[in-house]
């Protein structure tokens, strides 16, 4: 047997929604004014999410609605009441990001269906496997993945996965991304992205001291727009079940030629036919451009991924293309009306009936007055016919209209108009409750009910270790906790004494060093305390296959007290907090958690992990060969149109840009040691006075006055003391 395939179309107004629907889609993902990752989209008020919910329903299309934001404890509690609002009102299901609203739906609101985001990170099967035990509908998977990585995990795994086709590529791993938060106070995890991505930026070559002439100011980090095109097929037979279409900023003549192309593609797949989408292609394609590449799913050397301009361009036949498509964005569009059979009764003295019949429900209504009997004005069949054929203004085309009706009967036109908007209407309304929920209750003191313990734990040291130098700065009268990174010489973890050691894994994991963890699984054990993680997946992973206590790390993004909840049940018994939060955030946190906690105290920030290798753009390699003997690997930085220089370096066939100044708390740290924060963490990465560091911290952390060591100009305090991000 077929799966059902699900084509998943975007609509960030309501013009794209109609256009989505009526193009064919089989479900629309959209948000609402708040708590959805594209704050800038038109989104939809409450009475129009109630709306196009009933509009879907009716055309046998599912409602996806975005809830896939960070959230802080302030507003938490708002978005599970708009998600109660959400469930109340039939939606299919809600897309998540923040592991708090995952922890706090499945404990009030079990039966709403819930997605996973693509903000979280999820690019293995031990990323969906953590979020198995939840109980998630489906998934939705990093759009970095091969086709060989995601029928791998299609095999492993339970879920029903999610996948991208089509649209504008994310530079950064979604969920990962600090670069528009830190450089513009505008941040991706919270829907306000400002593509720092797309803008202009030039290589500086470190070791000349000057900057490269063949790409000055380019955008070099922009990539092409992602079309899977005929792919999808073998998507399907991978076991994908869900494809979806981004561009919830763009227009209704985007969506509708967009899901028409793909709708072709996979309709030729169930009926095992070939048909020419040449045509249906390029009136995609003419909708908006950057130029299209296969993305990551069939990796191709000779597949330039980066787009090397900012924004899109549309096609010479977008005008013909427009016109073609006037109907199709409007709620009484033409297109995919649904078919409605009527069967009237018409007898003199008695009450007309109207059988109404969707195909799946069935109304009957009667006249509010008797038929009467006329010889001159008895009503006729083509009077009938014309007034119950009326349809223009509803969702339905009459297929099939049987009349029953005794000679010279008399009706009002007036009346049988009635009769057919009485029967439409409650058709639709029949047809626009699929889940016939009941209401779900909770209050915020209900809701914020946490078992917090009083104990007060004096701060500590805490200190990631990202190179064999490091070891010999490590005073253990002043740290109390290391990560050291898993590929250094582990033999230097034993003749350390620091209190607690920790196995410092990064945010992004591949299959080969999963196995290189297992092989060195005993090793761990024996030396670390515990192991600090940056993803779902190698949470799952360590879980499961070691002893190692476990940390969560700021990947996670953690900004509220509920996320912490969630980890804690999961085992964890550390985390530090979202780089993204402020102090209010952490001492709120604080106040609820039964968990020891974290802050980044001082470290040049990681603001993007990427699959693509700028420097390629110089050495033009196509991002295939060995990263790990490239001399072009930690070579460049980064420059932006305002001066401003972004270490880059590049490592197991990743990128990482940093923040050009480190995140500090010193000369702040007394306003933080108050809030109950039991680590103060410095990441001696790009760091030249890492031991000074130390000191500063540690005098600081004990009420000890030191001279400032921090240069004017140089460092951030990122949203530490801002009031909203």
Request: aromatic share 10%; net charge negative.
């Given at each position: 047997?077929?799966?059902?395939?699900?084509?998943l179309?975007?609509?960030?107004?309501i013009?794209?929604?109609?256009?989505?629907v009526?193009?064919?889609?089989?479900?629309?993902y959209?948000?609402?004014?708040?708590?959805?990752?594209?704050?800038n989209?038109?989104?939809?008020?409450d009475?129009?999410?109630?709306?196009?919910?009933?509009?879907?329903h009716n055309?046998?299309v599912?409602?996806?609605?975005?809830?896939?934001i960070?959230?802080?404890d302030?507003?938490?509690?708002d978005?599970?009441?708009?998600?109660?609002?959400l469930?109340?009102?039939?939606?299919?299901?809600v897309i998540?990001?923040?592991?708090?609203?995952?922890?706090l739906?499945?404990?009030?609101?079990?039966?709403?269906?819930?997605n996973?985001?693509?903000?979280g990170?999820?690019?293995?099967?031990?990323?969906?496997?953590?979020f198995?035990?939840?109980?998630?509908q489906?998934?939705?998977?990093?759009?970095?993945?091969?086709?060989?990585q995601?029928?791998e995990?299609v095999k492993?795994?339970?879920?029903?996965?999610e996948?991208?086709?089509?649209?504008?590529?994310?530079t950064?791993?979604?969920g990962?991304?600090?670069m528009?938060?830190?450089?513009?106070?505008?941040?991706?995890?919270?829907?306000?992205?400002?593509?720092?991505?797309?803008?202009?930026?030039?290589?500086?070559?470190?070791?000349?001291?000057?900057?490269?002439?063949?790409?000055?100011?380019?955008?070099?980090?922009?990539?092409?727009?992602?079309?899977?095109?005929?792919?999808?097929?073998?998507?399907?037979?991978?076991?994908?079940?869900?494809?979806?279409?981004?561009?919830?900023?763009?227009?209704?003549?985007?969506?509708?030629?967009?899901?028409?192309?793909?709708?072709?593609?996979?309709?030729?797949?169930?009926?095992?036919?070939?048909?020419?989408t040449?045509t249906?292609?390029?009136r995609?394609?003419?909708?908006f451009?950057?130029?299209y590449?296969?993305s990551?799913?069939?990796?191709?050397?000779d597949?330039e991924?980066?787009?090397?301009?900012?924004?899109?361009?549309?096609?010479e036949?977008?005008?013909?293309?427009?016109?073609?498509?006037?109907?199709?964005?409007?709620?009484?569009?033409?297109y995919?009306?649904?078919?409605?059979?009527?069967?009237?009764?018409?007898?003199?003295?008695?009450k007309?009936?109207?059988?109404?019949?969707?195909?799946?429900?069935?109304?009957?209504?009667?006249?509010?007055e008797?038929?009467?009997?006329?010889?001159?004005?008895?009503?006729?069949?083509?009077?009938?016919?014309?007034?119950?054929?009326?349809?223009?203004?509803?969702i339905?085309?009459?297929?099939?209209?049987?009349?029953?009706?005794?000679?010279?009967?008399?009706?009002r036109?007036?009346?049988l108009?009635?009769?057919?908007?009485?029967a439409?209407?409650?058709?639709?309304?029949?047809?626009?409750?699929?889940y016939?929920?009941?209401?779900?209750?909770?209050?915020?003191?209900?809701?914020?009910?946490?078992?917090?313990?009083?104990?007060?734990?004096?701060?500590?040291?805490?200190?990631k270790?990202?190179?064999?130098?490091?070891?010999?700065?490590?005073?253990?009268?002043k740290?109390?906790r290391?990560?050291?990174?898993?590929?250094?010489?582990?033999?230097?973890?034993?003749k350390?004494?620091?209190k607690?050691?920790?196995?410092?894994?990064?945010?992004?994991?591949?299959?080969?060093?999963?196995n290189?963890?297992?092989?060195?699984?005993?090793?761990?054990?024996?030396?670390?305390?515990?192991?600090?993680?940056?993803?779902?997946?190698?949470?799952?992973?360590?879980k499961?296959?070691?002893?190692l206590?476990?940390?969560?790390?700021?990947?996670?993004?953690?900004?509220?007290?509920?996320?912490?909840?969630?980890?804690?049940?999961?085992?964890?018994?550390?985390?530090?907090?979202?780089a993204?939060?402020?102090?209010r955030?952490?001492?709120?946190?604080?106040?609820?958690?039964?968990?020891?906690t974290?802050?980044?105290?001082?470290?040049?920030?990681q603001?993007?992990?990427?699959?693509?290798c700028?420097?390629?753009?110089?050495k033009?390699?196509?991002?295939?060969?060995?990263?790990s003997?490239?001399?072009?690997?930690?070579?460049y930085?980064?420059?932006?149109?305002?001066?401003?220089?972004?270490?880059?370096?590049?490592?197991?066939r990743?990128?990482?840009?940093?923040?050009?100044?480190?995140?500090?708390?010193l000369?702040?740290?007394?306003e933080?040691?108050?809030?109950?924060?039991d680590?103060?963490?410095?990441?001696?990465?790009?760091l030249?006075?890492a031991?000074?560091v130390?000191?500063?911290?540690?005098?600081?952390?004990?009420?000890?006055?030191?001279?400032?060591i921090?240069?004017?100009?140089s460092f951030?305090?990122?949203?530490?003391?801002?009031?909203?991000?």
């Amino acid at each position: 047997m077929i799966r059902k395939i699900e084509l998943l179309a975007p609509a960030g107004s309501i013009e794209s929604f109609y256009a989505a629907v009526n193009s064919g889609a089989d479900s629309v993902y959209l948000g609402g004014k708040l708590f959805n990752a594209r704050y800038n989209s038109q989104n939809f008020d409450d009475e129009q999410m109630k709306h196009v919910i009933k509009y879907a329903h009716n055309k046998n299309v599912k409602v996806y609605v975005t809830l896939n934001i960070i959230l802080k404890d302030t507003e938490i509690f708002d978005a599970l009441k708009y998600a109660a609002f959400l469930y109340e009102n039939d939606v299919d299901a809600v897309i998540v990001q923040d592991l708090g609203l995952l922890y706090l739906l499945k404990k009030y609101i079990p039966e709403l269906p819930v997605n996973i985001s693509t903000q979280g990170a999820v690019y293995d099967e031990y990323g969906v496997k953590f979020f198995e035990q939840y109980n998630v509908q489906k998934v939705i998977l990093a759009r970095e993945m091969s086709l060989v990585q995601l029928r791998e995990t299609v095999k492993n795994t339970d879920t029903d996965l999610e996948t991208f086709i089509h649209g504008a590529l994310c530079t950064c791993y979604s969920g990962q991304c600090y670069m528009s938060s830190f450089l513009g106070g505008r941040s991706g995890n919270r829907g306000k992205c400002a593509q720092p991505c797309r803008l202009s930026y030039s290589f500086y070559d470190k070791e000349k001291g000057e900057l490269s002439e063949e790409f000055n100011e380019v955008p070099v980090l922009s990539l092409k727009d992602f079309m899977a095109g005929e792919t999808v097929h073998e998507l399907i037979d991978a076991g994908i079940t869900t494809f979806k279409i981004e561009g919830r900023m763009k227009g209704p003549l985007y969506t509708s030629e967009v899901v028409r192309y793909y709708r072709q593609i996979i309709d030729d797949y169930y009926k095992g036919t070939k048909t020419d989408t040449s045509t249906l292609k390029e009136r995609a394609v003419s909708t908006f451009s950057r130029g299209y590449t296969n993305s990551y799913l069939k990796p191709n050397k000779d597949d330039e991924m980066f787009a090397k301009l900012s924004s899109g361009v549309k096609g010479e036949n977008i005008d013909e293309i427009e016109e073609e498509n006037n109907d199709i964005a409007h709620e009484f569009s033409e297109y995919k009306r649904n078919s409605l059979n009527f069967k009237i009764k018409l007898k003199i003295g008695e009450k007309a009936e109207l059988f109404a019949s969707d195909g799946k429900n069935e109304v009957l209504i009667k006249s509010e007055e008797p038929c009467e009997s006329s010889l001159r004005n008895a009503v006729t069949e083509d009077i009938v016919r014309e007034q119950l054929g009326k349809l223009g203004n509803t969702i339905y085309e009459l297929q099939d209209l049987t009349i029953e009706k005794q000679d010279n009967v008399f009706i009002r036109k007036s009346t049988l108009n009635q009769l057919r908007r009485d029967a439409t209407e409650l058709l639709y309304e029949k047809k626009a409750i699929v889940y016939h929920r009941e209401p779900v209750y909770f209050s915020r003191n209900e809701v914020f009910s946490f078992n917090k313990t009083d104990e007060i734990n004096k701060p500590r040291i805490s200190v990631k270790i990202n190179s064999d130098d490091d070891f010999n700065i490590i005073d253990n009268h002043k740290v109390d906790r290391i990560y050291v990174s898993y590929n250094l010489n582990l033999d230097l973890v034993r003749k350390i004494s620091v209190k607690e050691k920790y196995l410092f894994i990064p945010n992004i994991v591949s299959m080969t060093q999963y196995n290189e963890f297992k092989n060195n699984l005993k090793l761990y054990e024996e030396i670390f305390d515990g192991v600090c993680v940056n993803n779902v997946g190698s949470f799952y992973f360590f879980k499961q296959n070691s002893s190692l206590k476990i940390h969560c790390g700021s990947f996670f993004n953690i900004i509220n007290s509920f996320s912490t909840e969630l980890l804690k049940e999961n085992g964890a018994v550390s985390l530090t907090l979202s780089a993204e939060s402020n102090i209010r955030d952490m001492e709120s946190i604080n106040n609820n958690a039964s968990i020891r906690t974290e802050i980044k105290a001082h470290e040049y920030l990681q603001l993007m992990v990427m699959r693509n290798c700028p420097m390629s753009l110089i050495k033009n390699c196509k991002n295939l060969q060995d990263c790990s003997t490239c001399e072009h690997r930690s070579k460049y930085s980064l420059k932006d149109r305002k001066g401003v220089y972004f270490n880059i370096e590049r490592d197991n066939r990743l990128t990482h840009i940093y923040n050009s100044v480190p995140l500090s708390v010193l000369g702040k740290t007394e306003e933080f040691a108050d809030k109950n924060i039991d680590y103060f963490m410095i990441d001696t990465k790009w760091l030249d006075n890492a031991e000074d560091v130390i000191d500063a911290l540690y005098c600081e952390i004990n009420g000890v006055k030191v001279s400032n060591i921090l240069k004017e100009n140089s460092f951030t305090r990122g949203h530490y003391l801002k009031n909203i991000l």
